[in-house]
């Protein structure tokens, strides 16, 4: 048989190479950053056009190259970073594989200006699929600038599988975040299609967070400081109380390298251990110095993860200084957040006799309004009744059988109830009080939590949450689709504080965000100014809401097959939705009953969990046998 084993072309041995490095223009965007980071550069500058997609260029002031080396960058294992294997145990720098303008090369137009400080003139070079176009002198300052156009131009089916804009964007501001958080001492800026979207001074660690992420963040940080043996940390941890749900700002950096480790993230987690609420994440920015010896970064082609000789010790030394640093700040034991404080006697009043229950009267209760529109309430529970087939059918043949049922009559006088407020106090019912003179509508709420009724054969329980969940996402839904909510408009605007990264989420979806009610007026720094709010939405939860849609959206998992519709209207469903613990009084309790069985699908909640569950009385007899 003939030979048939050829080496592969230097070209097509680049492209493949460039698989591994470059995924997507963030991944060039990383390269290009730590190569100036690695050139002892104090000022990098960062210009994206559409994602990156169209544009990726960074500009530092930094050591530049040779003419020389301006043309071997560009080969594949091309590096000054190394020399000997032994080097690799002893890295100072971020890069040293040689590979990634290599692979950089291959998949895109690019064009590199460069000048060292001893030099008088500069290069400038052009290379496109591996292939060098133009190498010319040049006057340009000392330092480099690499401009990537066209990313994966001869690879379509690279190119057709970048996500949408702001996804690549996100993945690029991530990258961004990781280098800047890295290197305060550098001065960072980055532009997006023409705008600057980031301006950071050489600063100090706390004030380079601070700068990123927003001046609230400032009250929010705890320092930790530890030095041991084999590693010394430094860096934050946010306070517990604004742990995230989703999990937002976690960094570690090891020799001020970004890296991922479920390991040490457990660490540094079961150090919050007790302290978070449920449901949220800790925050972090630790930086670990490790002996360059004792740790291998070279097991990942985009040095994300790191291979530490002692991590046991690493572990347990960083679990403990955490601890210790929360319980210095004094944010150790002593909360708990699984009180609902907003239903909490206050102290003052806790001797005082209860008094009757008032009703007050909705003064903003308009009767030529659109009525089907929800009117804000203490409990933010718009009283309206709508028919319901499903509802009623439920209760078919139950009449007779001494539990109440809900007449034409009995609909008419709780319409006219509409504009009543409704204290939140507390009416649980009881199980036993079926004493005839009450105006009885066979619903209570157990442990706060569920809403039980009795049904034809047997009983209903109903997920209080997860009920309203569903109620008002198909509501939002609609607002935002068909019919625009009405808005109350604030007398004082709110100022909310956002990071620049947020503000642009909400600035996307601002238009949506107005159907369901937002008003906005402009954006000043980092500021939000709201003047109008969804009329079910108080105040207070207006801030909530948004941080939380932010949130979702980043979090999103991009084509998932959800429109952004949907996503924004789950996540402010979910946030505006009565929670597990809130006490309902009994026309709460039918009012979301009803709403409930309006509803399209009135069992599943938006995220598939079941809404309610029917008991048969078979069911029940069964267990007294
Ligand atoms: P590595 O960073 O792993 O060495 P790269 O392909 O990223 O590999 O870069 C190859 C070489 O090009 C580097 O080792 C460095 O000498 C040179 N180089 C790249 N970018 C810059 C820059 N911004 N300033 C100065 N030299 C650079
Ligand atoms: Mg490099």
Redesign the pocket.
């Known amino acids: 048989m003939a030979d048939i084993i050829a080496l592969l072309p230097d070209h097509v041995a680049n492209q493949i190479a460039a698989g591994e490095v470059v995924q997507r223009p963030s991944s060039v965007v990383k390269?290009?950053l730590?190569?100036?980071i690695?050139?002892k550069?104090s000022t990098i500058t960062l210009i994206i056009k559409d994602a990156g997609k169209t544009l990726v260029q960074?500009t530092?002031n930094?050591?530049?190259?040779s003419t020389t080396?301006a043309r071997?960058?560009?080969e594949r294992h091309?590096?000054?970073?190394i020399k000997v294997a032994d080097d690799l145990f002893n890295l100072h720098?971020?890069?040293?594989?040689?590979?990634?303008?290599?692979?950089i090369a291959a998949i895109a137009h690019v064009q590199l200006k460069?000048k060292t400080n001893d030099a008088e003139i500069g290069t400038t070079l052009s290379i496109e699929g591996s292939q060098v176009t133009e190498q010319e002198p040049a006057v340009v300052p000392t330092?480099?600038t690499?401009s990537v156009k066209n990313l994966f131009y001869n690879i379509p089916a690279r190119r057709n599988f970048l996500k949408s804009n702001p996804v690549e964007t996100r993945h690029i501001i991530d990258e961004f975040h990781r280098v800047a958080l890295a290197h305060p001492q550098i001065e960072f800026s980055m532009l997006h299609n023409g705008s600057p979207v980031f301006n950071l001074p050489a600063s100090n660690s706390r004030q380079r967070i601070v700068n990123i992420f927003g001046t609230k963040t400032n009250e929010k940080l705890v320092p930790v400081s530890e030095e041991t043996e084999i590693v010394k940390v430094s860096g934050f941890v946010l306070k517990p109380e604004f742990g995230r749900k989703s999990r937002g700002e976690q960094f570690f950096f090891v020799n001020d390298r970004f890296i991922k480790s479920s390991y040490l993230h457990h660490a540094v987690s079961s150090a919050f251990e007790g302290l978070l609420k449920q449901g949220t994440h800790p925050g972090y920015f630790l930086f670990l110095d490790v002996d360059t010896k004792s740790i291998d970064i070279n097991i990942h082609p985009t040095k994300t993860e790191i291979k530490f000789d002692d991590e046991h010790s690493i572990y347990a030394m960083l679990r403990a200084t955490v601890k210790h640093s929360l319980g210095q700040f004094s944010v150790a034991p002593v909360l708990d957040f699984n009180k609902d404080t907003g239903f909490e006697t206050p102290y003052e009043y806790s001797k005082k006799q209860p008094s009757a229950p008032k009703i007050e009267v909705d003064s903003s209760f308009n009767p030529f309004v659109d009525d089907r529109k929800p009117r804000q309430s203490n409990i933010n529970f718009p009283f309206k009744r709508e028919k319901q087939p499903h509802w009623e059918s439920l209760y078919v043949g139950l009449k007779d059988a001494n539990s109440a049922s809900f007449s034409s009559t009995e609909r008419n006088e709780a319409i006219s109830t509409e504009a009543l407020e409704f204290e939140s106090d507390e009416i649980t019912g009881s199980l036993f009080s079926t004493s005839e003179n009450e105006n009885q509508f066979t619903t209570f709420q157990l442990q706060q939590k569920y809403i039980v009724s009795a049904i034809k054969n047997g009983m209903l329980v109903i997920h209080q949450h997860l009920a309203h969940y569903r109620v008002l996402y198909e509501e939002l839904l609609k607002n935002i689709t068909v019919q625009e909510a009405v808005s109350q408009q604030l007398l004082f605007p709110l100022q909310l504080q956002f990071s620049k990264p947020d503000l642009e989420i909400l600035h996307k979806i601002q238009e949506q965000l107005e159907h369901t009610g937002f008003a906005f007026s402009e954006t000043k720094g980092e500021h939000l100014e709201i003047k109008g709010i969804p009329i079910a939405v108080t105040e207070s939860q207006a801030e909530t809401i948004l941080e939380q849609l932010v949130n979702d959206i980043r979090d999103e998992v991009p084509d998932a097959g959800f429109s952004q519709n949907d996503l924004l209207a789950k996540s402010m469903a979910k946030s505006m939705a009565i929670k597990t613990g809130m006490p309902l009084n009994k026309e709460a309790q039918e009012h979301l009953v009803h709403r409930l069985f309006a509803c399209k699908e009135p069992s599943v909640s938006p995220d598939n969990r079941p809404v309610l569950v029917t008991i048969d009385t078979n069911e029940l007899d069964r267990k007294f046998n």
């Open positions: 390269e290009l730590e190569n100036a690695d050139a550069s960074v530092d930094g050591m530049g190259m080396d071997l960058c560009f091309a590096t000054s970073k720098t971020k890069g040293f594989r040689g590979e990634a303008l290599a692979s460069t330092g480099t690499i």
